[in-house]
Protein backbone atom coordinates (compact mmCIF):
# COMPACT_ATOMS: atom_id res chain seq x y z
CA UNK A 1 0.00 0.00 0.00
CA UNK A 2 1.29 3.61 -0.54
CA UNK A 3 2.33 6.04 1.87
CA UNK A 4 -0.12 7.42 3.56
CA UNK A 5 -0.95 11.21 3.43
CA UNK A 6 -3.58 13.36 5.71
CA UNK A 7 -4.94 16.76 3.94
CA UNK A 8 -7.52 18.97 4.53
CA UNK A 9 -9.89 20.65 2.54
CA UNK A 10 -12.10 23.45 3.72
CA UNK A 11 -11.27 22.01 7.53
CA UNK A 12 -12.42 18.19 6.41
CA UNK A 13 -9.41 15.63 7.26
CA UNK A 14 -8.74 12.74 4.63
CA UNK A 15 -6.22 10.82 4.06
CA UNK A 16 -5.22 9.16 0.20
CA UNK A 17 -4.00 5.97 0.38
CA UNK A 18 -3.64 2.93 -1.55
CA UNK A 19 -3.17 4.66 -4.68
CA UNK A 20 -5.95 6.48 -4.42
CA UNK A 21 -6.42 9.57 -7.21
CA UNK A 22 -6.62 12.84 -5.46
CA UNK A 23 -6.39 16.87 -7.26
CA UNK A 24 -6.38 19.64 -5.23
CA UNK A 25 -7.43 21.47 -8.63
CA UNK A 26 -11.17 19.64 -8.25
CA UNK A 27 -11.78 21.43 -5.17
CA UNK A 28 -13.71 23.87 -6.62
CA UNK A 29 -15.99 21.16 -8.32
CA UNK A 30 -16.01 19.88 -4.73
CA UNK A 31 -17.02 23.22 -3.02
CA UNK A 32 -19.97 23.33 -5.31
CA UNK A 33 -21.27 19.97 -4.93
CA UNK A 34 -21.53 20.35 -1.15
CA UNK A 35 -23.33 23.44 -1.03
CA UNK A 36 -25.80 22.07 -3.72
CA UNK A 37 -26.16 19.03 -1.65
CA UNK A 38 -26.67 20.94 1.28
CA UNK A 39 -29.36 23.36 -0.58
CA UNK A 40 -31.39 19.91 -1.47
CA UNK A 41 -31.38 18.65 1.52
CA UNK A 42 -33.30 21.50 2.53
CA UNK A 43 -35.90 20.75 -0.01
CA UNK A 44 -36.06 17.43 0.70
CA UNK A 45 -39.16 16.07 2.13
CA UNK A 46 -38.31 15.34 5.92
CA UNK A 47 -34.97 17.72 5.03
CA UNK A 48 -33.35 14.14 4.82
CA UNK A 49 -30.57 14.15 1.76
CA UNK A 50 -29.17 10.29 0.36
CA UNK A 51 -26.45 10.70 -1.72
CA UNK A 52 -24.77 7.97 -3.86
CA UNK A 53 -21.22 8.45 -4.44
CA UNK A 54 -20.15 5.44 -7.31
CA UNK A 55 -16.74 6.01 -8.57
CA UNK A 56 -15.10 7.69 -4.99
CA UNK A 57 -11.97 6.80 -5.31
CA UNK A 58 -10.56 7.51 -1.37
CA UNK A 59 -14.06 8.80 -0.44
CA UNK A 60 -12.88 12.22 0.33
CA UNK A 61 -15.79 13.98 -1.53
CA UNK A 62 -18.21 11.31 0.59
CA UNK A 63 -16.63 12.44 3.53
CA UNK A 64 -17.60 16.17 3.02
CA UNK A 65 -20.89 15.38 1.68
CA UNK A 66 -21.29 13.72 5.39
CA UNK A 67 -19.54 16.55 7.58
CA UNK A 68 -20.91 19.76 5.49
CA UNK A 69 -23.56 19.08 3.43
CA UNK A 70 -24.80 16.83 6.73
CA UNK A 71 -26.17 13.98 4.82
CA UNK A 72 -28.09 11.42 6.41
CA UNK A 73 -26.79 9.02 4.47
CA UNK A 74 -23.76 8.44 2.55
CA UNK A 75 -22.83 5.29 0.14
CA UNK A 76 -19.55 5.62 -1.45
CA UNK A 77 -18.13 2.99 -3.96
CA UNK A 78 -15.45 2.14 -5.81
CA UNK A 79 -14.36 -0.85 -7.83
CA UNK A 80 -11.09 -1.19 -6.31
CA UNK A 81 -10.75 -3.26 -2.71
CA UNK A 82 -7.35 -1.96 -2.37
CA UNK A 83 -8.67 1.62 -1.43
CA UNK A 84 -11.49 0.32 1.57
CA UNK A 85 -9.22 1.55 3.97
CA UNK A 86 -8.80 4.86 2.89
CA UNK A 87 -12.56 4.74 2.00
CA UNK A 88 -13.20 3.75 5.66
CA UNK A 89 -10.85 6.58 7.18
CA UNK A 90 -11.88 9.28 5.44
CA UNK A 91 -15.95 8.39 6.14
CA UNK A 92 -15.67 7.73 10.01
CA UNK A 93 -13.25 10.76 10.55
CA UNK A 94 -16.16 12.75 8.69
CA UNK A 95 -18.55 11.43 10.55
CA UNK A 96 -16.65 12.16 13.73
CA UNK A 97 -17.36 8.76 14.67
CA UNK A 98 -15.80 7.63 18.25
CA UNK A 99 -14.05 4.09 18.87
CA UNK A 100 -16.13 1.92 21.59
CA UNK A 101 -13.80 1.20 24.63
CA UNK A 102 -12.84 -2.30 23.72
CA UNK A 103 -12.37 -1.71 19.95
CA UNK A 104 -10.26 1.21 21.15
CA UNK A 105 -7.94 -1.11 22.59
CA UNK A 106 -8.22 -3.78 20.02
CA UNK A 107 -6.83 -0.72 17.97
CA UNK A 108 -4.37 0.48 20.15
CA UNK A 109 -2.59 -3.19 21.07
CA UNK A 110 -2.65 -3.22 16.95
CA UNK A 111 -4.69 -6.81 17.46
CA UNK A 112 -5.72 -7.77 14.29
CA UNK A 113 -4.28 -5.62 11.76
CA UNK A 114 -5.76 -3.62 9.18
CA UNK A 115 -7.81 -5.71 7.31
CA UNK A 116 -10.94 -4.26 5.72
CA UNK A 117 -13.07 -7.13 6.54
CA UNK A 118 -12.61 -7.94 9.57
CA UNK A 119 -14.62 -7.64 12.93
CA UNK A 120 -17.87 -7.78 11.50
CA UNK A 121 -19.55 -8.34 14.89
CA UNK A 122 -22.26 -5.17 14.33
CA UNK A 123 -21.43 -3.80 17.96
CA UNK A 124 -22.87 -0.56 18.31
CA UNK A 125 -20.79 3.02 17.90
CA UNK A 126 -21.00 6.35 19.73
CA UNK A 127 -20.83 9.40 18.01
CA UNK A 128 -19.68 12.81 18.29
CA UNK A 129 -20.87 15.37 16.22
CA UNK A 130 -17.26 15.66 14.70
CA UNK A 131 -18.82 18.15 12.04
CA UNK A 132 -15.29 19.59 11.76
CA UNK A 133 -13.87 16.26 10.28
CA UNK A 134 -11.38 15.84 13.12
CA UNK A 135 -10.06 12.62 13.59
CA UNK A 136 -11.29 11.07 16.52
CA UNK A 137 -10.20 9.49 19.42
CA UNK A 138 -9.35 12.71 21.48
CA UNK A 139 -7.79 14.84 18.91
CA UNK A 140 -7.93 18.28 17.79
CA UNK A 141 -9.25 19.12 14.34
CA UNK A 142 -6.45 18.44 11.93
CA UNK A 143 -4.06 16.75 14.28
CA UNK A 144 -4.46 13.65 12.37
CA UNK A 145 -0.61 14.41 10.91
CA UNK A 146 1.73 13.54 13.58
CA UNK A 147 0.38 10.02 13.81
CA UNK A 148 1.86 7.38 11.82
CA UNK A 149 0.69 4.99 8.92
CA UNK A 150 0.75 2.11 11.84
CA UNK A 151 -1.74 3.93 13.85
CA UNK A 152 -3.78 5.13 11.32
CA UNK A 153 -4.44 1.81 9.91
CA UNK A 154 -5.39 0.51 13.37
CA UNK A 155 -8.07 2.99 13.80
CA UNK A 156 -9.35 2.11 10.40
CA UNK A 157 -9.34 -1.62 11.74
CA UNK A 158 -11.24 -0.16 14.98
CA UNK A 159 -14.04 1.35 13.05
CA UNK A 160 -14.26 -1.97 10.82
CA UNK A 161 -14.53 -3.97 13.46
CA UNK A 162 -18.08 -2.07 14.37
CA UNK A 163 -19.45 -2.29 10.79
CA UNK A 164 -22.06 -3.94 10.00
CA UNK A 165 -21.99 -6.66 6.70
CA UNK A 166 -25.22 -6.17 4.63
CA UNK A 167 -26.32 -8.45 1.91
CA UNK A 168 -28.64 -6.41 -0.34
CA UNK A 169 -30.58 -8.55 -2.70
CA UNK A 170 -28.86 -8.01 -6.41
CA UNK A 171 -25.53 -7.40 -5.12
CA UNK A 172 -22.97 -10.20 -4.68
CA UNK A 173 -20.46 -8.64 -3.17
CA UNK A 174 -20.62 -7.22 0.81
CA UNK A 175 -21.82 -3.88 1.71
CA UNK A 176 -20.50 -2.29 4.74
CA UNK A 177 -22.50 0.06 7.25
CA UNK A 178 -22.10 1.74 9.76
CA UNK A 179 -25.56 3.25 11.85
CA UNK A 180 -25.04 6.82 13.35
CA UNK A 181 -27.11 8.67 15.55
CA UNK A 182 -29.09 11.38 13.64
CA UNK A 183 -27.33 15.26 14.34
CA UNK A 184 -28.90 16.81 16.82
CA UNK A 185 -31.39 19.75 16.22
CA UNK A 186 -29.16 22.06 17.41
CA UNK A 187 -26.16 21.44 15.82
CA UNK A 188 -27.58 21.08 12.22
CA UNK A 189 -27.68 24.29 10.16
CA UNK A 190 -30.42 22.57 8.20
CA UNK A 191 -33.88 23.47 8.11
CA UNK A 192 -37.00 21.86 6.51
CA UNK A 193 -38.23 24.17 3.71
CA UNK A 194 -40.90 23.42 1.38
CA UNK A 195 -40.13 20.91 -1.13
CA UNK A 196 -40.37 21.28 -5.14
CA UNK A 197 -43.65 21.58 -5.92
CA UNK A 198 -45.26 18.12 -7.12
CA UNK A 199 -42.35 16.71 -5.52
CA UNK A 200 -43.17 16.79 -1.34
CA UNK A 201 -43.79 12.85 -1.56
CA UNK A 202 -46.79 12.88 1.27
CA UNK A 203 -47.72 10.00 2.02
CA UNK A 204 -45.49 8.07 -0.76
CA UNK A 205 -44.99 5.01 1.02
CA UNK A 206 -48.88 3.89 0.52
CA UNK A 207 -48.87 5.71 -3.37
CA UNK A 208 -46.83 3.16 -4.95
CA UNK A 209 -43.47 3.32 -6.60
CA UNK A 210 -43.88 6.64 -8.73
CA UNK A 211 -44.51 8.10 -5.12
CA UNK A 212 -41.65 6.55 -3.13
CA UNK A 213 -39.24 8.26 -5.84
CA UNK A 214 -41.03 11.50 -5.82
CA UNK A 215 -39.90 11.10 -2.06
CA UNK A 216 -36.69 8.98 -2.58
CA UNK A 217 -38.38 6.48 0.27
CA UNK A 218 -39.13 2.75 -0.67
CA UNK A 219 -42.39 1.08 -0.35
CA UNK A 220 -40.75 -2.07 1.10
CA UNK A 221 -37.94 -1.95 3.64
CA UNK A 222 -37.24 -3.71 7.16
CA UNK A 223 -35.13 -2.20 9.60
CA UNK A 224 -31.26 -3.76 9.61
CA UNK A 225 -30.41 -6.36 11.83
CA UNK A 226 -26.91 -6.34 11.61
CA UNK A 227 -26.89 -9.70 11.17
CA UNK A 228 -25.97 -9.41 7.05
CA UNK A 229 -28.81 -11.50 6.28
CA UNK A 230 -31.08 -9.18 5.73
CA UNK A 231 -31.98 -8.61 1.29
CA UNK A 232 -34.39 -5.90 1.78
CA UNK A 233 -32.61 -2.16 1.70
CA UNK A 234 -33.39 -0.84 5.07
CA UNK A 235 -32.44 2.49 4.39
CA UNK A 236 -35.57 3.99 5.06
CA UNK A 237 -36.75 2.72 8.03
CA UNK A 238 -34.02 3.91 9.86
CA UNK A 239 -33.88 7.97 11.16
CA UNK A 240 -30.43 8.10 12.17
CA UNK A 241 -27.06 8.80 10.13
CA UNK A 242 -25.45 5.71 7.45
CA UNK A 243 -22.71 5.19 5.94
CA UNK A 244 -22.38 2.82 3.19
CA UNK A 245 -18.79 1.71 1.42
CA UNK A 246 -18.86 -1.33 -1.44
CA UNK A 247 -16.70 -2.37 -4.04
CA UNK A 248 -19.09 -3.11 -6.87
CA UNK A 249 -19.28 -2.00 -10.89
CA UNK A 250 -20.99 1.12 -10.73
CA UNK A 251 -23.72 0.11 -13.42
CA UNK A 252 -24.17 -2.36 -11.67
CA UNK A 253 -25.21 -0.49 -8.43
CA UNK A 254 -26.73 2.32 -9.80
CA UNK A 255 -29.01 -0.67 -11.51
CA UNK A 256 -29.54 -2.59 -8.32
CA UNK A 257 -30.69 0.83 -6.30
CA UNK A 258 -33.34 1.41 -9.60
CA UNK A 259 -34.45 -2.79 -9.02
CA UNK A 260 -35.04 -2.20 -5.36
CA UNK A 261 -36.78 1.37 -5.95
CA UNK A 262 -34.34 2.71 -3.40
CA UNK A 263 -33.59 6.12 -5.20
CA UNK A 264 -31.08 8.77 -4.26
CA UNK A 265 -31.34 12.53 -3.96
CA UNK A 266 -27.62 13.34 -5.35
CA UNK A 267 -26.06 10.91 -7.18
CA UNK A 268 -22.59 11.46 -7.76
CA UNK A 269 -20.55 9.71 -10.81
CA UNK A 270 -17.01 11.24 -11.15
CA UNK A 271 -15.36 9.17 -14.03
CA UNK A 272 -12.63 9.32 -16.14
CA UNK A 273 -12.91 9.54 -20.10
CA UNK A 274 -16.82 9.40 -21.22
CA UNK A 275 -19.12 8.67 -19.04
CA UNK A 276 -22.23 8.26 -21.39
CA UNK A 277 -22.34 5.03 -20.41
CA UNK A 278 -23.60 5.80 -17.06
CA UNK A 279 -26.45 8.03 -18.17
CA UNK A 280 -28.94 5.30 -18.00
CA UNK A 281 -29.27 3.23 -15.04
CA UNK A 282 -27.94 6.73 -13.17
CA UNK A 283 -30.90 8.57 -14.56
CA UNK A 284 -32.91 5.76 -13.50
CA UNK A 285 -31.11 5.51 -9.97
CA UNK A 286 -32.25 9.50 -9.13
CA UNK A 287 -35.07 10.65 -7.25
CA UNK A 288 -37.70 12.73 -8.85
CA UNK A 289 -36.59 16.41 -7.61
CA UNK A 290 -32.45 15.59 -7.27
CA UNK A 291 -29.41 16.12 -8.81
CA UNK A 292 -27.16 13.91 -10.71
CA UNK A 293 -23.60 15.39 -10.90
CA UNK A 294 -21.85 13.74 -13.41
CA UNK A 295 -18.50 14.62 -14.82
CA UNK A 296 -16.11 13.84 -17.86
CA UNK A 297 -12.64 14.28 -19.04
CA UNK A 298 -12.46 13.04 -22.61
CA UNK A 299 -10.74 16.82 -23.98
CA UNK A 300 -10.21 14.59 -27.47
CA UNK A 301 -13.64 14.20 -27.97
CA UNK A 302 -14.77 17.71 -26.87
CA UNK A 303 -11.91 19.49 -29.07
CA UNK A 304 -12.95 17.62 -32.15
CA UNK A 305 -10.59 15.49 -32.61
CA UNK A 306 -12.55 12.15 -32.26
CA UNK A 307 -16.03 13.03 -33.67
CA UNK A 308 -16.66 9.45 -34.00
CA UNK A 309 -16.59 8.87 -30.63
CA UNK A 310 -18.30 11.84 -29.59
CA UNK A 311 -21.39 10.06 -31.81
CA UNK A 312 -21.08 7.06 -30.53
CA UNK A 313 -20.93 8.08 -26.47
CA UNK A 314 -22.90 11.05 -26.67
CA UNK A 315 -24.99 10.85 -30.02
CA UNK A 316 -22.85 14.27 -31.11
CA UNK A 317 -20.52 14.65 -34.28
CA UNK A 318 -18.44 17.40 -32.69
CA UNK A 319 -16.32 19.69 -34.77
CA UNK A 320 -12.93 21.66 -33.63
CA UNK A 321 -14.61 25.59 -32.14
CA UNK A 322 -12.43 27.95 -30.64
CA UNK A 323 -14.37 27.77 -28.04
CA UNK A 324 -13.71 23.86 -27.39
CA UNK A 325 -13.95 23.74 -23.78
CA UNK A 326 -17.14 24.94 -23.38
CA UNK A 327 -18.70 22.17 -26.13
CA UNK A 328 -17.40 19.99 -23.89
CA UNK A 329 -19.95 20.70 -20.91
CA UNK A 330 -22.39 20.86 -23.70
CA UNK A 331 -22.02 17.90 -24.83
CA UNK A 332 -22.18 16.62 -21.28
CA UNK A 333 -25.63 18.04 -20.87
CA UNK A 334 -26.84 17.32 -24.08
CA UNK A 335 -25.93 13.64 -23.95
CA UNK A 336 -27.93 13.74 -20.55
CA UNK A 337 -30.82 15.33 -20.88
CA UNK A 338 -31.62 13.64 -24.26
CA UNK A 339 -31.18 9.45 -22.77
CA UNK A 340 -33.00 11.20 -19.57
CA UNK A 341 -35.98 12.69 -22.22
CA UNK A 342 -36.38 9.01 -23.52
CA UNK A 343 -36.94 7.71 -19.98
CA UNK A 344 -39.57 10.84 -19.41
CA UNK A 345 -37.32 12.55 -17.14
CA UNK A 346 -36.48 16.41 -17.71
CA UNK A 347 -32.89 17.01 -17.02
CA UNK A 348 -32.16 21.06 -16.59
CA UNK A 349 -28.03 22.49 -15.34
CA UNK A 350 -27.85 23.57 -11.55
CA UNK A 351 -24.20 24.66 -12.56
CA UNK A 352 -21.59 23.79 -15.01
CA UNK A 353 -17.83 23.76 -14.66
CA UNK A 354 -15.07 23.38 -16.75
CA UNK A 355 -11.39 23.09 -15.03
CA UNK A 356 -8.46 23.20 -17.34
CA UNK A 357 -6.57 20.28 -15.56
CA UNK A 358 -7.45 17.10 -17.39
CA UNK A 359 -9.33 18.97 -19.09
CA UNK A 360 -12.39 18.38 -16.24
CA UNK A 361 -16.38 19.07 -17.63
CA UNK A 362 -18.65 18.85 -14.05
CA UNK A 363 -22.44 18.98 -15.01
CA UNK A 364 -24.81 19.55 -11.82
CA UNK A 365 -28.18 18.24 -13.27
CA UNK A 366 -31.99 18.33 -11.74
CA UNK A 367 -34.14 15.47 -12.54
CA UNK A 368 -38.18 16.22 -12.79
CA UNK A 369 -40.47 13.90 -13.83
CA UNK A 370 -41.82 15.18 -17.01
CA UNK A 371 -42.78 13.80 -20.51
CA UNK A 372 -41.99 17.57 -21.82
CA UNK A 373 -38.01 18.73 -22.12
CA UNK A 374 -36.73 21.56 -23.28
CA UNK A 375 -35.78 20.62 -26.94
CA UNK A 376 -35.58 23.82 -28.37
CA UNK A 377 -32.13 24.03 -26.17
CA UNK A 378 -31.15 20.65 -27.51
CA UNK A 379 -29.51 20.99 -31.10
CA UNK A 380 -26.61 22.92 -33.11
CA UNK A 381 -23.58 25.20 -32.33
CA UNK A 382 -22.12 26.90 -35.52
CA UNK A 383 -19.10 29.21 -36.12
CA UNK A 384 -18.41 31.45 -38.98
CA UNK A 385 -14.30 31.42 -39.09
CA UNK A 386 -14.52 34.27 -41.79
CA UNK A 387 -15.75 36.97 -38.83
CA UNK A 388 -15.78 34.71 -35.68
CA UNK A 389 -19.31 34.59 -35.29
CA UNK A 390 -21.12 32.33 -33.03
CA UNK A 391 -24.56 30.87 -33.48
CA UNK A 392 -26.94 28.68 -32.05
CA UNK A 393 -29.14 25.91 -34.96
CA UNK A 394 -32.22 24.57 -34.62
CA UNK A 395 -33.42 21.05 -36.49
CA UNK A 396 -35.34 22.76 -38.85
CA UNK A 397 -32.66 25.05 -39.70
CA UNK A 398 -29.71 23.13 -40.82
CA UNK A 399 -30.71 23.26 -44.22
CA UNK A 400 -29.93 26.90 -44.29
CA UNK A 401 -27.00 26.98 -41.40
CA UNK A 402 -25.02 29.98 -43.10
CA UNK A 403 -23.49 33.65 -41.89
CA UNK A 404 -24.73 36.34 -44.36
CA UNK A 405 -21.68 38.27 -45.15
CA UNK A 406 -23.23 41.16 -46.44
CA UNK A 407 -25.88 41.34 -43.80
CA UNK A 408 -23.88 42.37 -40.67
CA UNK A 409 -24.89 45.17 -38.19
CA UNK A 410 -26.74 46.02 -35.38
CA UNK A 411 -29.56 44.10 -33.78
CA UNK A 412 -30.55 42.92 -37.96
CA UNK A 413 -32.13 39.34 -38.33
CA UNK A 414 -30.08 37.11 -40.75
CA UNK A 415 -32.15 36.50 -43.84
CA UNK A 416 -31.02 32.64 -44.55
CA UNK A 417 -33.02 31.66 -48.12
CA UNK A 418 -34.00 28.10 -48.14
CA UNK A 419 -32.47 25.94 -50.99
CA UNK A 420 -34.01 27.10 -54.28
CA UNK A 421 -36.66 29.65 -52.93
CA UNK A 422 -36.56 33.19 -54.25
CA UNK A 423 -38.39 33.72 -51.11
CA UNK A 424 -36.30 34.62 -47.88
CA UNK A 425 -36.95 34.25 -44.48
CA UNK A 426 -35.73 34.67 -40.86
CA UNK A 427 -33.64 31.65 -39.35
CA UNK A 428 -35.44 31.33 -36.08
CA UNK A 429 -32.89 28.53 -35.39
CA UNK A 430 -30.13 29.86 -36.70
CA UNK A 431 -29.10 32.93 -34.78
CA UNK A 432 -26.64 34.74 -32.84
CA UNK A 433 -29.38 35.75 -30.26
CA UNK A 434 -30.22 33.11 -27.49
CA UNK A 435 -33.52 34.72 -26.49
CA UNK A 436 -34.74 34.80 -29.85
CA UNK A 437 -33.49 32.89 -32.09
CA UNK A 438 -32.20 35.53 -34.38
CA UNK A 439 -29.10 37.03 -35.24
CA UNK A 440 -28.19 40.02 -34.44
CA UNK A 441 -25.32 39.97 -37.01
CA UNK A 442 -25.61 42.83 -39.92
CA UNK A 443 -24.11 45.36 -41.88
CA UNK A 444 -20.68 46.87 -40.78
CA UNK A 445 -18.27 48.56 -42.60
CA UNK A 446 -15.75 47.06 -40.01
CA UNK A 447 -16.83 43.15 -41.70
CA UNK A 448 -15.64 41.80 -44.43
CA UNK A 449 -18.49 40.86 -46.78
CA UNK A 450 -18.75 39.08 -50.15
CA UNK A 451 -20.85 39.27 -53.16
CA UNK A 452 -24.47 40.46 -53.17
CA UNK A 453 -26.31 37.19 -52.10
CA UNK A 454 -23.33 35.16 -51.47
CA UNK A 455 -23.16 33.51 -47.80
CA UNK A 456 -20.37 31.54 -45.89
CA UNK A 457 -21.59 27.90 -43.73
CA UNK A 458 -21.39 27.97 -40.72
CA UNK A 459 -19.14 24.80 -39.53
CA UNK A 460 -21.68 23.01 -37.24
CA UNK A 461 -21.26 20.74 -33.96
CA UNK A 462 -23.72 18.75 -32.11
CA UNK A 463 -26.07 18.06 -31.27
CA UNK A 464 -25.36 19.53 -27.77
CA UNK A 465 -27.43 21.47 -25.23
CA UNK A 466 -27.31 25.30 -26.25
CA UNK A 467 -29.97 26.44 -23.38
CA UNK A 468 -27.75 28.29 -20.08
CA UNK A 469 -25.25 26.10 -18.89
CA UNK A 470 -26.23 27.55 -15.01
CA UNK A 471 -29.23 28.51 -13.11
CA UNK A 472 -29.16 31.77 -11.91
CA UNK A 473 -31.72 31.30 -8.68
CA UNK A 474 -29.92 28.52 -7.62
CA UNK A 475 -26.52 30.17 -7.86
CA UNK A 476 -27.53 32.95 -5.66
CA UNK A 477 -28.84 30.49 -3.08
CA UNK A 478 -24.89 28.81 -3.26
CA UNK A 479 -23.65 31.75 -3.35
CA UNK A 480 -25.25 32.63 0.31
CA UNK A 481 -24.66 29.29 1.08
CA UNK A 482 -20.89 29.92 0.84
CA UNK A 483 -20.81 33.33 2.62
CA UNK A 484 -23.07 32.17 5.15
CA UNK A 485 -20.07 29.22 6.33
CA UNK A 486 -17.44 31.74 5.42
CA UNK A 487 -16.32 29.50 2.38
CA UNK A 488 -13.38 32.01 0.83
CA UNK A 489 -10.23 31.56 -1.60
CA UNK A 490 -8.92 27.99 -2.61
CA UNK A 491 -10.21 25.74 0.90
CA UNK A 492 -6.41 24.71 1.22
CA UNK A 493 -3.63 25.52 2.38
CA UNK A 494 -0.60 25.93 -0.14
CA UNK A 495 1.01 23.15 1.37
CA UNK A 496 -1.73 21.18 0.33
CA UNK A 497 -2.33 22.80 -3.39
CA UNK A 498 0.75 23.13 -4.94
CA UNK A 499 -0.54 24.76 -7.77
CA UNK A 500 -1.54 27.70 -5.71
CA UNK A 501 2.26 28.10 -5.56
CA UNK A 502 3.24 27.82 -9.06
CA UNK A 503 0.48 29.50 -11.16
CA UNK A 504 0.95 27.32 -14.70
CA UNK A 505 -0.94 27.11 -17.67
CA UNK A 506 -3.01 23.59 -16.31
CA UNK A 507 -4.59 26.33 -13.52
CA UNK A 508 -4.86 29.25 -15.45
CA UNK A 509 -8.90 29.29 -15.02
CA UNK A 510 -8.53 28.12 -11.16
CA UNK A 511 -10.15 31.18 -9.00
CA UNK A 512 -11.27 31.36 -5.83
CA UNK A 513 -14.97 30.41 -4.70
CA UNK A 514 -16.08 33.72 -4.52
CA UNK A 515 -14.97 35.06 -7.53
CA UNK A 516 -16.10 31.79 -9.78
CA UNK A 517 -19.41 31.94 -8.03
CA UNK A 518 -19.68 35.76 -9.07
CA UNK A 519 -18.44 34.65 -12.78
CA UNK A 520 -21.30 32.12 -13.08
CA UNK A 521 -23.73 34.01 -12.13
CA UNK A 522 -22.64 36.63 -15.17
CA UNK A 523 -22.82 33.58 -17.44
CA UNK A 524 -26.44 32.51 -16.26
CA UNK A 525 -27.70 35.76 -17.81
CA UNK A 526 -30.34 33.42 -20.38
CA UNK A 527 -30.02 36.30 -23.29
CA UNK A 528 -26.27 34.80 -23.67
CA UNK A 529 -25.95 32.61 -26.73
CA UNK A 530 -23.55 29.25 -26.73
CA UNK A 531 -19.85 29.99 -26.99
CA UNK A 532 -17.26 33.00 -26.42
CA UNK A 533 -15.21 35.24 -27.61
CA UNK A 534 -11.20 35.02 -26.85
CA UNK A 535 -9.29 38.35 -26.23
CA UNK A 536 -6.01 37.10 -27.25
CA UNK A 537 -7.56 34.82 -30.23
CA UNK A 538 -10.69 36.07 -32.36
CA UNK A 539 -10.54 39.42 -30.89
CA UNK A 540 -7.15 40.49 -31.03
CA UNK A 541 -6.54 39.15 -34.63
CA UNK A 542 -9.16 41.76 -35.73
CA UNK A 543 -7.83 45.01 -33.95
CA UNK A 544 -5.18 46.66 -34.08
CA UNK A 545 -4.52 45.67 -30.53
CA UNK A 546 -6.47 43.94 -27.77
CA UNK A 547 -8.68 45.42 -25.73
CA UNK A 548 -9.29 45.35 -21.99
CA UNK A 549 -11.92 42.54 -21.09
CA UNK A 550 -13.93 44.67 -18.57
CA UNK A 551 -13.95 48.06 -20.27
CA UNK A 552 -14.79 46.24 -23.22
CA UNK A 553 -17.71 44.51 -21.45
CA UNK A 554 -18.89 47.49 -19.97
CA UNK A 555 -18.39 49.05 -23.34
CA UNK A 556 -21.18 46.61 -25.10
CA UNK A 557 -23.77 47.02 -22.00
CA UNK A 558 -23.95 50.67 -22.53
CA UNK A 559 -24.76 49.79 -26.23
CA UNK A 560 -27.48 47.27 -24.40
CA UNK A 561 -25.89 43.96 -25.26
CA UNK A 562 -25.55 41.20 -22.83
CA UNK A 563 -22.11 40.96 -21.65
CA UNK A 564 -20.36 39.19 -19.39
CA UNK A 565 -16.77 37.40 -18.10
CA UNK A 566 -16.63 33.75 -19.12
CA UNK A 567 -15.40 31.24 -15.84
CA UNK A 568 -13.59 28.81 -18.60
CA UNK A 569 -11.15 31.29 -19.90
CA UNK A 570 -9.38 34.33 -17.92
CA UNK A 571 -9.15 36.55 -21.00
CA UNK A 572 -12.58 35.52 -23.23
CA UNK A 573 -16.07 37.03 -22.47
CA UNK A 574 -19.75 36.13 -23.74
CA UNK A 575 -21.96 38.29 -25.59
CA UNK A 576 -25.05 38.38 -27.62
CA UNK A 577 -23.08 40.80 -29.67
CA UNK A 578 -21.84 39.75 -33.33
CA UNK A 579 -18.16 39.83 -33.61
CA UNK A 580 -18.97 42.98 -36.58
CA UNK A 581 -20.52 44.92 -33.25
CA UNK A 582 -17.69 43.69 -30.96
CA UNK A 583 -15.37 45.72 -33.31
CA UNK A 584 -17.50 48.63 -33.81
CA UNK A 585 -18.24 49.24 -29.97
CA UNK A 586 -14.24 49.08 -29.25
CA UNK A 587 -13.76 51.31 -32.18
CA UNK A 588 -16.58 54.14 -30.97
CA UNK A 589 -15.91 53.91 -27.39
CA UNK A 590 -12.17 52.73 -26.77
CA UNK A 591 -10.53 53.92 -29.65
CA UNK A 592 -9.44 51.13 -30.59
CA UNK A 593 -9.71 50.48 -34.43
CA UNK A 594 -10.20 46.97 -35.95
CA UNK A 595 -7.86 45.87 -38.82
CA UNK A 596 -8.50 44.17 -41.87
CA UNK A 597 -8.68 40.10 -42.06
CA UNK A 598 -8.12 38.18 -44.58
CA UNK A 599 -10.97 35.77 -45.07
Not at 215 to 241: H, L, M, N, V
Amino acid sequence: MATWQVRQERGVSFVTAGGAFYRAESCAGRDLAVLAAALQRRRAPGGRLRVLDVMSASGMRGARYLAQAEADEVWINDGSPDLHEAMVFNMCTAAGMQLADAVQQHAVSGAGGGGSSSGRDGSSVASSSGRDGAVSGGQEPGSAGPESEEALRRRVAGWSAQAQVVKLEGLARDVWQWDLPALPASQSRTTPSRGEAGHEGTGAAAAGPEACRDSGSTSTSTSGSGSGSGSADPADAFTGRRIRISHVDANRLLTNCYMRESYYDLIDVDSFGSEAMYFPAAIDAVRYGGLLYLTATDGFTSSGKRPERGLASYGAYLRALPWSNEQGLRMVIGGAVREAASRGVTLTPVFSLYSYHGPVFRVMLRARRSAEWASQHYGFAGHCFVHGDNYSVGWKDLAGAVCRCESRGRRRPVQVPMADSPASAPASGAGHTASSGSSSSGNSSSSSSSSSGSSTPLVLSGPMWTGPLHDAEELRAMKAEAEARGWQGFGMSAEDAPFLRDRKKSSRNVRPLEELLELMLEEADPRLPPGFFSIDDSVARRMARPPPRDALIAALRQEGFAAARCHLEARAFRTNACMADVLRVAEDRLGIPSRAVKA
